[in-house]
């Protein structure tokens, strides 16, 4: 126990976050099972040590961080050691990658039944089911998705401002007033190029090449959060890299089942199912016409971010295609975004039709007054032109 008191002590006092997520105020925190989700490489491990830093004192022994990854205990139940610690005046466990731990929500839910006075928050993976697929846990875990960076978050990062987040009613009532407030400060075209590039994943802070890192992680995302999540076995892992491989390199587009399904050998209902998985595991997004969904064909399978185009296929990249990836991947936290009968149209919570084209495109257009006209290569937009940097100010 005093080893992990002293490995707590030094993460906390060597976390540095330089962007306060927004996550952290929306979070109640005195639920007693708190479960954060996340694709890998958004920062969950500095999210749970921030949240020590911010409530309590470095050597305060009521809270704890623990990383399951530890083979200690792979001979010791998380119960266990949850019960030692809260009977040593333990509070809050911070507990890092719980679905190491084979048994891992029979545990939790031991924890929660055993000891009353003891808060637990937790991380694991996007492809978890928390609720779904552990039964046990059902009414007592409060579930959250901690993200990438935002435009937002991103800016804030690199000028020292801090700008808020608006909510899309917001935006379209009023995008040329808060273009108006931030333009003073901040030229947003000068950095979103980066974001793009780089700036969803924090790990662009560390001294590594980003591109290579972002590779090792989506290595990850498939051969940990996948394979180990799903209990898929080994042998397939080379036909689920070569599906998202596939679908990364056609670009945004309605995938043609039958042809993967031959590519990688295997059926049309295990595509369907790849598919799923790498969206549950935040490698790719799936759009489906309004009314429709999973086990239903998409009408447009993408990367999930940008960062993954650039990382995947540098060279063939098509700037709508980007945009309109940005433009999902920024709406995709609070909406439901679906596909429209043309192709870059999409219909937002089933009621506003959004059309993605460049300014000087859209500006030969003839508009129409139902059609919100998301341009880029500007700053600026106009009653229902609205400039697309501004989604990234969503959260």
Known sequence: MEAFFRTHAYLVEHTNAPVRRLLMDEINWNDRMIGIKGTRGVGKTTFLLQYAKEHFDVHDRKCLYININNFYFQGRGISDFAGEFY??????LLIDQVFKEPN????????????PELKIVFTGSSVMRLKEENPELNGI????????????????????????????????EDHEHIVRQILPHVSPMRYFQDYLHHGFYPFFLEHRNYSENLLKTMNMMTEVDILLIKQIELKYLTKIKKLFYQLAVDGPKAPNISQLAHDIETSRATVMNYIKYLADARLINIIYPTGMAFPKKPSKVMLHNTNLMHAIYPNEIVQQDVMETFFVNSLWKDHIVNQASKDSFYIVDEKRKFKICDADKCSKLRMNPDVIYTRYNTEVGKNNQIPLWLLGFLY
């Open 104 to 115: 891992w929500s029979n545990e939790l839910r031991k924890c929660y039944d055993l000891y």
């Open 141 to 172: 875990v409060k579930s959250y998705n901690l993200r990438g960076f935002s435009f937002r978050e991103f800016i804030n990062l690199q000028t020292g401002n801090s700008f808020v987040p608006y909510t899309l009613d917001h935006i379209l």
């Open 87 to 92: 009977n040593a005046g333990g509070k809050v």
